[in-house]
């Protein structure tokens, strides 16, 4: 059992590591760049090229059974909940092999309508809440428990 983090614009590491310490999960936190990471046996750090989707290309290839992968990334996402994994956003809503087909749909919607192709661009998400953390930490908590039910 581990966590994989897309950790680049990742808001909730703080409280991924907490969780992580508290229940001897190891993270890893994956980024296109060097960040600081708690110097602690249970977390490791991966630093990928600038390649576009790198970082994506990396945690889909180890998603499996018994992970939990946290990224805002949809289509990062849909890969990993095909390898089996656990996904959770960084504002603690899961997606779910019965939610992905409607959120990569959405966010084509949306990627169209930011741009402007129907009248006047919109804006982006709504920033992060304090709500979004308290739902983040609950749902990790939630996905522990079952990946550690699930057999190894």
């Known amino acids: 059992m581990r966590i994989l983090v897309d950790a680049d614009a990742c808001p909730v590491k703080e409280e991924i590591y907490k969780v992580a310490f508290r229940r001897e999960v190891p993270v890893t936190i994956v980024s296109n760049a060097h960040l600081r990471v708690p110097a602690h046996p249970l977390i490791e750090r991966v630093v990928v090229d ?3 989707d790198a970082a994506d290309d990396w945690i889909a290839e180890r998603a499996a059974p018994r992970t939990i992968v946290v990224t805002a990334d949809i289509l990062l996402a849909d890969r990993c909940l095909k390898a089996g994994a656990m996904v959770i956003a960084p504002n603690g809503k899961p997606f779910t092999t019965s939610s992905i087909g409607a959120a990569v749909a959405t966010r084509a919607i949306m ?3 930011r741009a402007g192709a129907v009248g006047d661009g919109i ?4 920033p992060f ?6 739902r983040f930490l609950s ?3 939630e996905a522990l428990v079952k990946a550690a039910r699930l057999t190894p």
Not at 123 to 126: F, V
Not at 129 to 134: M, T, V, Y
């Open 123 to 126: 804006g982006g998400p709504p």
């Open 50 to 52: 600038a390649g576009f």
């Open 129 to 134: 809440s304090k709500a979004d953390r308290s």
């Open 111 to 113: 990627a169209d309508l």
């Open 139 to 141: 749902a990790l908590d």
